[in-house]
């Protein structure tokens, strides 16, 4: 974090802010999730409903590159996607209501929380690994075409870079020099499998060498020196010089689904992603530093919680969708 | 002797008694080693095997279940498990131009004793790309064998079927049957299962209720729905008979015709789409044949749209026991 001091302060605390926000956001619906969950856990009873995979550890990968985005740029997430999207700027009213199933979400309720799409903030997801990497080539095809300077974010985990999806769309963004930033989220599992397990290199962003473009390999503990990397790699797309690998090291706090039993983890792998907590560094870091007083991180904390507590309040006391709408909207122009 | 299972342990129990029978048979999948599977397949498969015969896999479909091919090309046997039937876009084709066509193409050199298994169905709240069926695609294919159990002593004995068999045989688990504690499954999925192997003959359906006026035909969920629909019809003197198809390919069309013989009247109960799959093929079988029904067939299956997130939304599509009992009233 040796740079903090050459970023201008309300940047940190909007860096501070967006992280503060997503975990705070993961956390409170988390309890959400467990509502009508207990004793017995039961997947589809509730109000949140089916798989719910949180990011909390995760969320420097998110605000480190979406803080250098505008709305016309697109993030193409994955099925652990709310931090990225609250990063991006979708709106926490409408997308909570997504994930709640009702019909004042994002779309309606058809979607839910592995498909929040948000048209205006170009941001989508889905829950087939490896699919981002070929869209955000795509979204990369449009701007060289239509002569723009938008940039594409493909987020994928450390298994997603196993997928040939990935290899094909990096030679794709390559030789073709679009501009695509292909973000590896390595959190060291595809759900029970240990990366050292299932990647025969220890580091994805060497992967980049095979296609001819620049591969960073950064610590996603550290939200400044991802916020640095990601820079770098947004400019250089703008500016038409190609894609480019980002590799953000980063812990998972959580099951890789809510009610995951994680019997497959070691003990140390939990207390190490304590540790490795990027919310708590970055919040020592800024006190430490005396960027940043505890009464300011406080006053961003209290609005945090507010916000989330209204976007709660939004979804659960929006009517669900009626029932019929279940048929409508398969084709566009018409039913 | 025999034991209540739920379908999980009795798929897992299935393959590992297969897999010490026959040395040649091996798993590879993504968390079906230490986990033993994500809807609990593979359940105790490492410990006793250990990770050169249950290999978990990166996300690398098409890799792994090309692999299965040439395995089985040198005399292997080996069960390769992608997780939900959704994912099996990127791995398509691998299965279809591939494993479905290497033995009729090699005019029978190679033989594919493959088993491809798979969780399937909804009404849970996953969402349009993780609560699918998609049987019909599959079973659209010639060359692939589709087996769907309904309860635990079908999942075991076709499991195993299923590994003797020297065809690839596309295995699909409805995750609402599978006994797991967090997603419950009906009793009815979870009975008597015999602790010694047996075999379920792939392409045989059972009558697993007997009725006089109408043929109520389902797979894996959909069989204890119509169940449940005839009982609540027997309460209204009407006489349901419910029949099991157990295999989609081959199609045992002798018991379907049979029993729509008798009846005269045919429903059929499917969680996958509508339209060009099952219930299309079944009420095609019946025609072809030349049985002449007293009304018109109904199909009770998923409309043609993606699966709705939102519970009020699925619940509305999802097949069920009411829309089958709807359904009966319309053809009596």
């Known amino acids: 974090m040796e740079k903090v001091e050459e970023i201008p302060k309300e940047t940190l605390l909007e860096i501070y802010k967006v992280m503060h926000k997503i975990r705070t956001y993961e956390e409170t619906l988390a309890k959400w999730y467990y509502e009508g969950k207990t004793p017995r856990f039961d997947i589809s009873a509730g109000p949140i409903p089916g798989e719910l995979h949180l990011s909390s550890g995760q969320e420097s990968a998110a605000v480190g590159v979406c803080l250098h985005l505008k709305p016309e740029d697109a993030v193409v997430g994955t099925h652990r996607a709310h931090h990225f999207a609250i990063a991006k700027g979708v709106d926490l009213k409408k997308m909570t209501a997504e994930i709640f199933g009702k019909a004042t979400g994002l779309s309606g309720g058809k979607g839910g929380h592995m498909h929040l799409f948000d048209a205006y903030q170009n941001f989508s997801c889905s829950g087939i690994v490896g699919a981002s990497f070929p869209q955000a080539v795509g979204v ?69 060498a095979a296609y001819g473009i620049p591969g960073v390999s950064v610590d996603g503990t550290d939200v400044i020196a991802v916020y640095e990397v990601a820079k770098e790699a947004v400019e250089r797309a703008r500016r038409g010089e190609g894609p480019s690998l980002i590799e953000i090291k980063v812990y998972r706090l959580r099951g890789h689904f809510e009610g995951d039993p994680q019997h497959y983890r070691p003990k140390e792998d939990f207390e190490l992603a304590k540790q490795k907590d990027p919310l708590l560094n970055f919040e020592k870091l800024l006190l430490e530093k005396g960027i940043a007083t505890e009464e300011e991180l406080n006053k961003i904390k209290e609005e945090n919680v507010k916000e989330v507590q209204e976007a709660i309040d939004f979804a659960v006391n929006s009517p669900y969708p009626e029932p019929e709408e279940a048929l409508k909207g398969v084709f566009a122009g018409g039913e | ?19 010490e029978r026959d040395e040649n048979v091996f798993v590879m999948g ?49 069960i390769v498990e992608l997780m939900f039937v959704d994912f099996f876009g990127v791995a398509m084709d691998q299965i279809y131009n591939h494993i479905a066509k290497a033995y009729y193409m090699s005019g029978g050199q190679l033989k594919m004793p493959i088993v491809i298994t798979t969780a399937i169905g909804g009404g849970y709240s996953d969402a349009a790309q993780h609560s699918q069926c998609l049987y019909g695609l599959f079973a659209h294919v010639p060359g692939l064998k589709i087996v769907i159990p309904s309860n635990s002593y079908d999942a075991k004995g076709l499991m195993i079927s299923a590994i003797r068999d020297d065809n690839p045989v596309m295995y699909f688990f409805h995750k609402g049957l599978m006994g797991l504690g967090w997603m419950p499954s009906p009793p009815e999925a979870t009975v ?7 075999t379920v003959p792939i392409g045989e359906a059972k009558v697993v209720r007997e009725g006089s006026d109408v043929t109520i035909v389902g797979v894996a969920k959909t069989v204890h729905e119509g169940i449940w629909a005839a009982e609540e019809l027997e309460k209204e ?32 109960a499917d969680e996958d789409y509508r339209s060009y799959g099952m219930s299309g093929e079944i009420i095609a079988t019946v025609v072809e044949n030349g049985i002449s029904l007293e009304a018109p067939p109904v199909r009770v299956a998923y409309p043609d749209v993606p699966v709705p997130y939102s519970r009020v939304l699925e619940k509305y599509v999802l097949p069920d026991k009411e829309k089958i009992i709807n359904a009966v009233k319309r053809v009596i």
């Open chain 1, 140 to 208: 990369g095809i449009a701007a060289k075409l239509k002569g723009e300077d938008y940039v594409a974010v493909a987020v994928g985990g450390d298994g997603a870079a196993n997928q040939g999806t990935f290899h094909e769309a990096l030679n794709l963004a390559a030789i073709w020099k679009l501009p695509v930033i292909f973000v590896i989220e390595d959190n060291s599992w595809a759900i029970s499998v240990p990366k050292d397990k299932s990647t025969a290199v220890s580091k994805n962003s060497e992967r980049a």
């Open chain 2, 1 to 19: 002797m025999a034991r209540k299972l739920p379908m999980y342990k009795a798929i897992s129990e299935a393959i590992a008694q297969e897999m």
């Open chain 2, 30 to 78: 993504e968390d079906i080693g230490a986990y033993g599977g994500i809807f609990g397949a593979t359940s105790g498969l490492l410990e006793k095997f250990g990770p050169e015969r249950v290999r978990d896999t990166p996300i690398s479909e098409s890799a792994f279940i090309g692999a299965a091919l040439g395995a089985a090309s040198k005399g292997m046997r080996p």
């Open chain 2, 192 to 198: 008597e299962v015999p602790e010694e192997p047996y």
């Open chain 2, 237 to 268: 003197g009407i006489s349901a008979e419910v029949i099991d198809l157990r295999s989609l390919v081959p199609l045992d069309k002798k018991t379907l015709l049979d029993s729509v013989k008798k009846t005269g009247r045919l429903v059929i």
